[in-house]
């Protein structure tokens, strides 16, 4: 049906509540609807693949879209990124990820020890990314301790300022957290959160880097490479996967270099089957910062470059748009929310059909391996 597959996550734009979504604190999230009530969006490409005839999208519909549309949810009991992306690749991780308000403090000790630092850091509670630089930054910067948080995601988060504790340094610190953060304390996530500035005006900066666990079984990324058939992982991709299943890399730490570096596979890459794109703006500078302004300009710059993308499709070749969770900017938390997400899927010259409500986001992974010629994956339905 296809020969090559290109998947852009749009990181965290969920399109309504799922219906377990108040067992999270999360009823009224709507990610999309939302920011259209609160902000507008002109989004006329987006629109026209289909994206406002999904069910309950509250965005304006057209006629006729040019993509296969619908939404998904989610299976798996999570809303993080690595469970999201492990789901749309074919797996659903059981029982879900950890999640905590602390971590042990002999936990913390034996880390730092073995990390040959001194004993001490600050934070270990739940927290905006952005205010508890603020609140402990000064604090940081006088101490030298890391600053340790978590979320209602499952994660495991060191804040430090570049000047005081080098990059290299707060990367090995997470990197000791990964291996140790196992059994009882099994977390989806490490992440390293550098900032710099001074008080009153501490900002991070785009060296983040997430250290997740190798996924629990086979992906689609494992089953293709098995038949010769490789994938480029653009932007965090390689984090999510541990690197597994992803033969090629380019760790771009922005939107606007993702759809760069997207459309430059798309127009030069003869060599690999899958380009999985994560863009991360959407959740990490507007959804956990509550910024629905900056975050429907996002949209809206990433609406602009679509044209170049669908221009550098071949005739072979499946688009697929979607999302891996939700981060509602208009509501008060600053966490991911449990989200439908959306699903347009084009073939260039392809008619579109309404592809429903999808049961799992591991229907992407069934699309795939059926469209690639290899038959049924074991969890999930092909969309065509």
């Known amino acids: 049906m296809f020969k090559r597959v290109c998947i852009i996550v749009l990181d965290s734009v969920g399109i309504g509540a799922l219906p ?28 026209a693949m289909g994206l406002g005839n999904i069910e309950d999208s509250r965005l304006p519909q057209v006629s006729s879209p040019t993509a296969s549309f619908g939404r998904m949810a989610e299976t798996t009991r999570a809303k993080d990124t690595t469970s999201g992306h492990w789901e749309m690749m074919g797996i659903i991780v059981e029982p879900p990820f950890g999640t905590f308000t602390k971590f042990p403090e002999e936990m913390l000790t034996a880390w730092l020890k073995r990390a040959g630092r001194e004993t001490k850091w600050l934070g270990n509670c739940p927290a905006s990314g952005t205010q508890i630089i603020d609140d402990l930054g000064a604090e940081h910067v ?12 499952s994660v495991f988060q060191v804040a430090a300022h570049e000047e005081i504790i080098p990059l290299s340094e707060l990367y090995k610190l997470c990197e000791i957290a990964r291996e140790m953060l196992d059994g009882d304390l099994f977390v989806g996530r490490v992440i390293a959160r550098p900032f710099v500035g001074k008080e009153g005006a501490f900002a991070r900066t785009e060296n983040r880097k997430d250290y997740a666990v190798p996924p629990t079984g086979k992906t689609l990324l494992d089953a293709l490479e098995e038949h010769g058939q490789t994938t480029l992982g653009i932007g965090k991709i390689e984090d999510i996967f541990c690197r597994r299943g992803v033969a090629h890399i380019n760790h771009t730490t922005n939107n606007a270099d ?6 430059d596979a798309l127009q030069n890459n003869h060599e690999d089957t899958i380009i999985f794109t994560n863009l991360v703006d959407f959740d990490m500078k507007y959804g956990h910062r509550n910024d629905p302004v900056g975050y429907a300009k996002a949209l809206e710059a990433f609406d602009k470059e679509l044209p170049k993308i669908k221009a550098a499709l071949r005739p072979d070749d499946l688009l697929i748009i979607t999302a891996d969770h939700g981060c509602d900017p208009t509501t008060p938390s600053t966490d991911h929310s449990r989200e439908y997400v959306p699903i347009l899927a084009e073939i260039p010259n392809k008619n579109s059909i309404n592809l429903g409500t999808r049961a799992t986001f591991a229907d992407i992974a069934a699309t795939i391996y059926a469209g690639l010629g290899h038959g049924a994956w074991p969890i999930g339905k092909a969309f065509f």
């Not at 993702?258 to 459309?263: E, P, R």
């Open 258 to 263: 993702g759809i760069s570096a997207t459309i």
């Open 142 to 153: 006088r101490t030298g301790a890391p600053i340790v948080y978590t979320s209602a995601d």
């Open 20 to 47: 377990d979504a108040a067992e999270y604190g999360d009823e009224a999230t709507h990610t999309l609807g939302n920011i259209f009530a609160k902000c507008g969006l002109e989004i006329p490409n987006l629109l």
